[in-house]
Every structure is written in C-alpha cells, then in structure tokens.
C-alpha cells in the first residue's frame, strides 16, 4: 500500500447534521478544515447556526431541502439525524465523512491525538476481504499480512465501499441497555481494522462513518424516522441492513474497528426509549427479512439493488406494520431524487466497480 | 460472567505433539503445572523425550499409538504435528488445549505475562455471537455489550465450541509469504475476543488453540500429513474448515483472538514450501467446497456429521488428487477410533449441547 495517505482534499465531503452551533468543529479544526463540509440544519429552520470562522462549508435547512427536493422532500426525514442523509445526496465527490456533533478527537494509547479522517480514508482505499476471515485482522495494514492457509486467489480482495468507526467513552448502547448500564464506558482501544465477511449483517451506526459515494452512495439511504413517524434511533441500522445486502450482492466490503472518535455524551434514555420501542420489536423480523434477502443478478448498480428491495419491504414487511409500504415508497422516492441530483452517478457506479481493487 | 475464572483442573487436558526435550514447558511452569500433560511424541519412537520435572503427564509414541489403535492407526499422521490429534483421542476430559514446543509465554502491552490458557478457558466458558456481528466485540466481556440495534433474541448466544489464540513475534504465515517477507513479525497486540460468524471460514491454526472436547471433539481430526503423504502444514486447516461447517450446522461458536502466545522462532520456508506445495493448489478447490458443503438436519451429533462430511469429500475433492479418497477413508476410521475409545461420547455431545450457554 502507499505509504503517506493521499488527503483526498477535492474528493471527500464532511456530512454533519445538526441542530445547534458547531462549536465541535474547533477540535477538528486541524484535521477538517482542509475538506468542504455540509451541514445539514434539523429543525427550526429559522434558527441560525453558528459554524467555526475559517471553514468551508454549505448549510441546508429545511427550507433549503424542500425547495430543493419539491415533493420528493417527504423522503427526508425531519427532527432526527436521519435527516443527514439528504447531504450525501447533495455531495459531487467520491467520498463522505459523516459524524455527529457530540463527537470529538479521541485519543490513541500513546495519547496522540487521532485522526479519524486519515485512518478512514486508508480504510476506504485498500481492498476488504469479505470471502474468507484473516485472523490477523487487516492484512493489507503495515506489519501485517494474509496468514498461513487463506487462499492466494482471494487476497486481491474486494473495493472497500464503508469504513465504519468506532466510538470511546460513551459506547452506542441501545435504551434499555442505557438505562441497565449508566456508568459504562469504552475505555478499550482495540488496534484492528477488519472486513464484516460476507453473509453477516452487523448493526452500523451513523456517528462516525465513511464511505464510496460513487460505489454504495444510493444505498445509504437513512430511511423515515423522527417527526411524523412510529420510530427512531434506527435510521442508521436500516441504511446498514440495505447496504450490507447490497455490498455483498455486488462483491464489494465494508470494514468495521479503527478509527475510534471520543463519544462525549450519552443520550437521555428515556426519550431513546420512546424512539425505539417499536424498532426494539420489529427488528426480531426486520433482521431475519435481510438475513435471507437476495438480489437477482440482473441488479447491477446500487440504484436496481435498491428498488429491488424496497419492493420486497413492501411485500414482506408491510405485515409489521403498515409504516413499511410508506417507507418502501419513500425509497423509491430517494432513489428518483438521487437519480434527479446525480444524473451520472449510476454511469459512475459502473465505472468504480470495473476499476477492482487496488493492488498490494 | 462468573467474576473469577475456573482453573478446571479437572476438565482440561494440554496436548503438546513433538520430537523433542520439553524445555519450553519451564517458562509454562506457572500456568500449566495444574494441569495434566498428553505428549504425543512424534517420529522415533525409541528416542527419550525428556518432561521437566513435577509436571503431571502421560507420552504416547508411535509404538503406543499402534498399540492402542491397531490398524486404526493408519489415521494418525507420522512426521507431521498432526499427530496431535492422537491426543484429543485418548483424554478423558471435556476440554483440550493445544500448544507447539516452540511457543513461549507472552507479554500484554503492560509487561504482564499472559496467562494463554485462562483467557481460553474464559473464552470458552462464555457463549459465542456467531448470528449477528457485535461491532464492539465479545459482548460478554468486562466493559462490553451488544450496541445498538442488536437484536435482543440472538443475545443468548451460542455455546463456545472453539477458541483460536493468536501469536505474536512469528506470525502464522505460510511459505510463500515466509519467504517474501523473511524479517516481519507481529507486534501488534490486539485487545478482542471475537466470533467469526456463521457461514464464513477461517485459516484455524494449532499453535495455540483450545476446545469443547464435548462439543466438537471428534470433528477435530487433523488428517493424513507428513510421512507418505504428499502434503504437510495442512493438518490444522483441515479440522479447521471441518469444525467451522460443523459447528455452523449444529449452532456452536468459534471464537478467535486474545489470547497471544510468543512465537518463538520461524520454521524452515524451504521445507515449509515442499510441505504446503499442493495444498497451496488444492486450497483454491477445497475452499469454495466447504463454503458450498451443507449438512442434513438428521446429522444432530458431531459423528455423523463427521461421517456425512467424509462422504462428500469422496464424492466431491477426489478428483483433485487420488490422495481425498484416501483421506475420506481416514476420516472414516478416526470415527471409528473416538468411538472405540469414547464409547459415550455421542450421549455426552448431546447433553452439553442441550444445556444451552450461559447467561449474562
């Protein structure tokens, strides 16, 4: 691999949605302020958001989405950071950064300040390796290798199309964990990088997370949550389900460990507790529906994938509850819009999947 | 969890294949000497390995083996650490751990010596996640959970059947990349215990390497290598692929990372090359063969699993070389060998597995 990571200055967007001033950012400022941010306002649109002096960025609030989108606005989701998934839409570059507010530079256990950026762009940039489990983590990683009896004919891998984070301090439990758990803190800094294999979902969470808008971008879809809807706090999980599917239908990796953010502060659980109730139930469904999901093969780009699902959601999880015929619609609703705002990113699609993975 | 980990005494047995004094078992002294010792000491059986003095051990060499197995024998490798298995065979007790004469206690990242066969007896003991992907690791762990959007039926877990430690300083590579890479060596020490999930395998190596002799004992055969065979360095890999379909069949875990043993010195690449060299080919075959196997839901206990295994291993990778056939035959007498020297193994398999794991 390269030595010095390439900063992928003109081809990464930072996503960060919000509803407050972004006094975080001074944190961050050494290592984002070289990249472009959008910042997407959640809530009242009337209130201003005060954002660090020196940065580069654009804003959108729900005025913004709505006149931008017209009808296809009802896709995004209103009063829950679900809403962030409009700025991935809105983005022109290959790459997002997406992070929450609460989150801040963790620090490694030499007591260096940690680059999360850096460390998922090098994730992003070197292949994964879903087909077969290296038990020395990342082999593609300084030091390391592919260990005694993983096949030679896999080790090209496969394009890494997510790269998702980890958090110290406050770890992202669920309500009632919350509240059974008050006092728990990751303190364990686990040195690993490592590809979730083929065939396994895994719960993503939006708080610190990359990934190839050109290769899994329509997939990361954030889904109908907060205001209006039964549910919440569970906008990031589907976009995981939807990608993992997609990502293993089209032979492409997600890596999951380092880079670790410094999670500040836990969320009042009760309040999680109400956003969660019903996804706390129909996960017990949801996840077995995508445990056994499969796509034909005629679904070459994300886009088809995509539709494909939303319509067997329609089909098989409507008998939960009625709220998933609304959100398959408001999938195919993201998919018209992406397609409206980024009319040749299925062409770019194509073209980043043909280019495989880089060479060790 | 219990808050102190069992010694169990009584329950586990270290098996140590080698040809040579056990000097290495002084540095082991303080954590093994509970323990009872199976030595299987491989090729000339008239020579007098030499067992540091107060350690509590049974030596079995070829002649034992012979005498004890009769023509059963032929299932039991000569020149080759495959042998070891002899010794998973003859014990008694519920758990094994297995360890090579050239691996040296190591140290955490605090200077602290590691206690290798207490963390597998911890990794054991708790159960696995091998249906859903825990991003913060082992959930049973101090400090750890499941994080959000696990879903709350699949927390129970699995009960633990394997647990595979890693190596620092000389990592498990094979030749090929031994002799590519001559001065590299493993410093990372990577703080996780983790699942490999259902339905993805995994290079299992047999340097350091413990298991549910209940559970999965049988499947834990290591094959026809070295002497008269026409491959080597392939015996762990074996049993690796074989436990990992039959533990996903029968709803087992297999656990991989902490703990690290000190690997103390690289074996010969040259020599390592003429062994792996037609596993190195074969792989590429057996691989998607084991990645395709299935097993019928009639098959409830290890041995038949095993058997029906063997069967399609005939049918399946014979014609790779004459030598699978052969091997399907050895895989038919090793069972046959268990069950003359287990008589109810079978019944004690079923028991443990309807025990369930335990609990949080």
Redesign the interface.
């Known amino acids: 691999m390269a030595a010095a990571t390439p900063l992928l200055k003109d081809e990464l967007d930072i996503v960060i949605p919000t509803i407050r001033n972004l006094d975080f950012l001074e944190m961050w400022r050494p290592f984002f302020q070289p990249y472009h941010l959008i910042i997407v306002q959640d809530g009242d649109p009337s209130k201003t958001i005060k954002v660090p002096e020196g940065f580069d960025y654009e804003l959108y609030n729900r005025n913004d989405i709505n006149r931008i989108l017209g009808p296809k606005a009802s896709c995004i989701s209103f009063k829950d950071s679900a809403c962030r998934c409009f700025g991935y839409m809105v983005s022109k570059k290959k790459y997002i950064y997406t992070i929450d507010d609460d989150c801040f530079v963790a620090k490694d256990?030499s007591g260096k300040d940690i680059n999360a950026l850096e460390q998922h762009i090098k994730n992003l940039l070197c292949p994964s390796t879903p087909h077969?489990?290296?038990?020395?983590?990342d082999p593609y990683r300084d030091?390391?290798?592919?260990?005694?009896?993983?096949?030679?004919?896999m080790r090209e891998g496969a394009p890494t199309a997510v790269s998702?984070g980890?958090w110290l301090n406050i770890?992202?439990?669920?309500a009632?964990?919350q509240l059974v758990?008050p006092h728990?803190?990751?303190?364990?800094?686990?040195?690993?990088v490592m590809t979730?294999?083929?065939?396994?979902?895994?719960?993503?969470?939006g708080m610190n997370l990359a990934f190839d808008r050109d290769l899994i971008g329509p997939a990361m879809y954030f889904g109908l949550m907060g205001d209006g809807q039964p549910i919440g706090?569970?906008d990031?999980?589907w976009a995981?389900w939807c990608t993992k599917v997609i990502c293993d239908h089209l032979g492409l990796g997600i890596k999951?460990g380092l880079p670790y953010i410094w999670h500040s502060k836990a969320s009042n659980p009760f309040v999680n507790l109400k956003k969660?109730y019903n996804g706390?139930f129909w996960?017990?469904e949801i996840?077995p529906f995508f445990q056994a999901a499969t796509l034909p093969k005629e679904c070459t780009t994300v886009q088809q994938c995509y539709l494909e699902l939303s319509k067997q959601v329609k089909e098989k999880l409507s008998m939960i509850d009625p709220y998933f015929t609304k959100l398959g619609d408001a999938m195919v609703t993201w998919i018209e819009a992406w397609d409206e705002l980024n009319p040749t990113g299925d062409h770019l699609a194509k073209l980043s999947i043909a280019d495989g993975p880089a060479k060790k």
């Open positions: 256990p077969f489990f290296n038990t020395l983590y030091g390391a290798d592919f260990v005694r009896g993983y096949p030679f004919s998702h980890l770890p992202d439990y669920d009632p964990t758990k728990e803190r990751n303190t364990r800094y686990v040195d690993a979730i294999p083929k065939g396994t979902l895994f719960p993503m969470c706090r569970y990031d999980m995981g999951t969660e706390i996960q017990e996840i």
